[in-house]
């Protein structure tokens, strides 16, 4: 450049400032700093328009619109949910990555991994939660992003392929989901895992059932070749399948433009793509500063949660040898774990979602009404509000609650103090636990008020499964706490009934509780009590 | 158009959007150093969980494999498997073994390998191999959590040692303590009980370790065998007709006092303590006869 006769003729003030703008063009790919500050005062663009340049001159803003049409960019037309889906997507991505730094799919190590993850890496459990609540948004969010398609008709004509892409992103989603969800190999993820996949077995004939099943757990039962199977899906494969369709789908969106509101165009129009000149909002600056800003607020409030109230569940290591108690699917999945209480596994497991997936698919092609608006669709508003309250109840039914009662002094027990997880009495912990016997008769008091409420539970737990259970007769318990070893108390939980041919039965639960032990929930405030321990003496 | 009611949510100027934006950056930065600050808090007590959890896990492996031998409390069962949970055990015993690493390492490798070879042994039972690696039962985690669970008797062990709490430990034959008294861990050799008046069979069962290998409750038939000692849960049924000539009381009183004089077929001689009849007052020995051989004997 010559920079000599340039300050000749123009000064050195305005040269330098000149070369300034320049820099900052080229970092913004195109829009000078006087057109940022016009943007930023919310200016209109001047003619032709002066900040389309980035769009052609950058990778990542040439897939997004130049301009949309104002009533696609109100909030409450989309929610943003598709772009939530992608963020969210790519928050997997990061953390996902940032995971495997510290894991590797062997029986031998995950768990142990997951431990040293959770107690010996600077941000570790953080990492975990973030991916393990981002993991049950995605679920969350591309749901209700199909619900909002739905309930906008945006699957009609010409937009049939769009649905079927995401629908297939749906799926991945949910493989993806649950693939993760065995990786901590402990007892929750080993059980829900395996119940998942002998749904595969159920798939007919048999040989293609115990082949798929074969396949999916790389040996009749999960184990190390299960894991690796897994692990590979979750991080490689999976994800790719993932990305592709993202952009098959999100090419269709553009392609199309996002549908308009029924009201703005008439029957079996579509015209989001003749956008007249007075209704343009152009991405640059005002899209994208709503996106990110809505980004933004969607990160801080993950963050949030992810710090203070969600603390992803780790159980006892998986053993094969021993199904827990009410094994739960996670519970995206409860509405599958309902239908197979109330019919069989080929039935309720591969039969119903199989058509429930051709059907999903379908919608678009079994829908001929043209019409987008609300008052002409009420047999396919009616359909999704029903089929939507079908999937609440059958996830209720696939919840604990519903029909898989055990013995009443197993369920005592286990509500008070479950085999896995936390319950109420390792909640208030061995410090609230004082030594002693307490028998149920004897309407026992302890020294402290949170082991009271125990006592109290167990009593009245004790008599409600009494009145309801005629062959669980003048029952009462006897709670033995002793102490084991230095900072290791033994609880022993009795409880003697008679059946109804007057024999005397008791049953006998004993478990330990260490000083130490942190047990917590997935959901709820988290437990910051270690910020200042219990000072002693 | 009409506005909706949630209009007033609205923004519509860039700049506070924009301004809007950099504080959802400023808490999450704020929730992150938060975060930070705790970390190594956090850290710790999440290290104490899972050591914590662990010695749980430990315990409950104990109870369900390893009390029947060292006892519920681990202060051993004479001539059955010696004390853990002993101060001897924490401080003298790598020494008189020669064992130049650590007691946890001691600890784990017992457990995993086990004591399975009989040569120069003065208890009853070999300690199974508990590792899946040599062919036992345990995963690797299971054996270390069993170890902490062991290791953790060591504050209440070091405390023994005096008349109220004394070391339950039971010398090795083969490994006779080299530590000089003042070093404070009393080796103490086989202290004769103090005379406590006859004690009831069920007791004494248990603390003379004889439950260590028999079976109370289940029989002992042919596809029913114990794998150390035979079973007694039919012994009331059966003692009369092992020896020709000798009635059941005569029979488990002989083979109380004399163990060797009869062995049942496919187990070994020398097995049993010979010394039963010395440990034992006549009184005991001849409740314990009437105890086993109760039909409906309780314990
Ligand atoms: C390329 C993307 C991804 C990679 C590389 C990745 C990697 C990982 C790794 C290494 C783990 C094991 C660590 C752990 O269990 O905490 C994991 C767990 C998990 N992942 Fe992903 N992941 C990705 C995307 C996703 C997505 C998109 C979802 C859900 C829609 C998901 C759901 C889960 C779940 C539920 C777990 C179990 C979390 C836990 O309990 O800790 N992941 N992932
Ligand atoms: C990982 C999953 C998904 C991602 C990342 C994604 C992404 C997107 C994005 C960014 C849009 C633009 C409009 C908007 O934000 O609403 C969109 C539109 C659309 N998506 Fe998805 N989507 C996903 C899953 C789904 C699913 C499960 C369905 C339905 C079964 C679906 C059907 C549609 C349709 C029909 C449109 C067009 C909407 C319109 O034109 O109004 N998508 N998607």
Request: charged share 20%.
């Amino acid at each position: 450049m010559a920079v000599q006769p340039e300050i000749e003729k123009r000064g050195f003030v305005q040269t330098v400032l000149d070369a300034a703008d320049d820099v900052f063009t080229r970092i913004t790919a195109g829009i000078p700093a006087g057109e940022v500050r016009r943007m930023l005062r919310g200016e209109a663009a001047g003619r032709p328009n002066p900040r389309l340049k980035p769009h052609s001159e950058t990778f990542l803003l040439h897939i997004k619109p130049t301009y949309y049409h104002d009533s696609v960019t109100k909030f409450t037309h989309t929610f943003r949910l598709g772009l939530l889906s992608t963020y969210l997507f790519f928050v997997e991505t990061i953390t996902g990555l940032i995971l495997m730094i510290w894991y590797a799919p062997t029986p031998e190590r995950a768990y142990v991994d997951m431990i040293r993850l959770l107690s010996n890496v600077p941000f570790g459990q953080f990492m975990r939660d973030i991916h393990r609540l981002g993991a049950e948004m995605m679920v969350l969010i591309v749901t209700a992003h199909m619900v909002r398609t739905y309930l906008t008709g945006s699957y009609k004509a010409p937009r049939q392929f769009t649905w079927f892409t995401g629908v297939i992103l749906l799926v991945v989603t949910l493989f993806l989901s649950f693939s993760g969800y065995l990786l901590p190999w402990d007892q929750l993820a080993f059980w829900a895992v395996t119940i998942g996949t002998s749904m595969a077995e159920a798939v007919p004939p048999k040989v293609v059932g115990e082949t798929v099943n074969l396949l999916a757990r790389g040996a009749p039962d999960i184990g190390a070749n299960g894991l690796l199977r897994f692990y590979l899906l979750h991080v490689l494969f999976l994800p790719l399948v993932l990305f592709l369709f993202f952009f098959v789908h999100y090419y269709k969106v553009v392609h199309f433009g996002i549908s308009l509101p029924s009201n703005e165009e008439e029957v079996g129009q579509d015209t989001a793509n003749k956008v007249p000149a007075d209704r343009r909002v152009y991405f640059l600056p005002d899209v994208m500063i709503d996106e990110t800003t809505f980004l933004i607020g969607f990160t801080a409030l993950m963050v949030a949660v992810t710090a203070f109230f969600f603390s992803a569940p780790l159980e006892s290591i998986a053993n094969p040898q021993s199904t827990p108690l009410h094994t739960v699917a996670p519970w995206y999945f409860y509405w599958l774990q309902g239908m197979l209480k109330i019919a069989d596994k080929t039935v309720a497991g591969v039969i119903l979602p199989g058509v429930l997936l051709v059907l999903l698919i379908a919608i678009p092609y079994l829908d001929r009404n043209p019409s987008r608006r609300g008052r002409d669709r009420r047999v396919a508003i009616i359909s999704g509000v029903v089929a939507g309250i079908v999937m609440i109840i059958l996830s209720w039914m696939g919840t604990p609650y519903y029909a898989v009662q055990g013995a009443p002094a197993v369920e005592i027990v286990q509500e008070l103090m479950p085999e896995e997880g936390m319950g109420p009495v390792r909640e208030i912990g061995y410090q609230h636990v004082p030594l002693g016997v307490y028998d149920t008769r004897e309407r026992p008091e302890s020294a402290d008020e949170e082991f009271n409420h125990i006592l109290h539970e167990f009593e009245a737990s004790i008599a409600a499964f009494a009145e309801k259970d005629a062959s669980f007769n003048n029952a009462y318990g006897i709670l033995e706490v002793t102490q084991e070893q230095p900072s290791l108390k033994r609880i022993t939980w009795k409880i003697n009934w008679l059946s109804p041919d007057g024999k005397e039965e008791h049953f006998v639960r004993t478990f330990f509780l260490h000083e130490d032990s942190l047990y917590w929930e997935q959901y709820g405030l988290k437990d910051f009590s270690f910020v200042r321990p219990p000072t002693q003496e | 158009m009409k506005r909706p009611w949630y209009s007033f949510l609205y923004v519509r100027s860039p700049l506070a959007k924009i301004g809007l934006g950099i504080v959802g950056v400023l808490i999450s930065i704020a929730v992150l150093l938060f975060l930070g600050v705790i970390e190594e808090r956090r850290m710790s007590a999440q290290e104490a969980n899972w050591n914590g959890r662990g010695v749980e896990k430990g315990a409950e492996i104990y109870m369900n494999n390893c009390a029947n031998c060292h006892g519920v409390d681990g202060k051993g069962l004479p001539g059955v498997a010696p004390a853990l949970h002993s101060k001897y055990f924490f401080t003298q015993r790598l020494t008189d073994v020669g064992w130049a690493g650590s007691l946890h390492d001691y600890v784990k490798l017992t457990v995993a390998s086990g004591r399975p070879s009989k040569t120069h042994t003065q208890w009853a039972q070999v300690m199974p191999t508990w590792s899946q690696r040599y062919g036992g039962p345990f995963r690797d985690d299971q054996v270390e959590n069993v170890t902490a669970f062991v290791l953790n008797w060591e504050e209440d062990a070091l405390t023994q040692g005096v008349a109220e709490n004394p070391d339950p430990w039971q010398p090795f034959t083969d490994t006779p303590s080299k530590a000089v008294a003042s070093d404070g861990a009393p080796a103490a050799e086989e202290v004769a009980p103090e005379a406590t008046g006859p004690l009831p069979p069920q007791e004494l069962f248990v603390s003379m370790g004889c439950s260590g290998c028999h079976n109370l409750d289940q029989p002992q038939t042919s596809d029913n065998r114990g794998p150390i000692a035979p079973n007694m849960g039919n012994l009331p049924e059966e003692a009369g007709t092992f020896v020709p000539g000798e009635d059941a009381e005569t029979y488990v009183h002989n083979s109380i006092v004399n163990p060797n004089a009869y062995i049942v077929e496919g187990y070994m001689a020398g097995i049993m303590p010979q010394n039963f009849g010395e440990r034992m007052s006549e009184e005991e020995i001849n409740a314990m006869v009437a105890w086993l051989l109760d039909p409906n004997r309780q314990r």
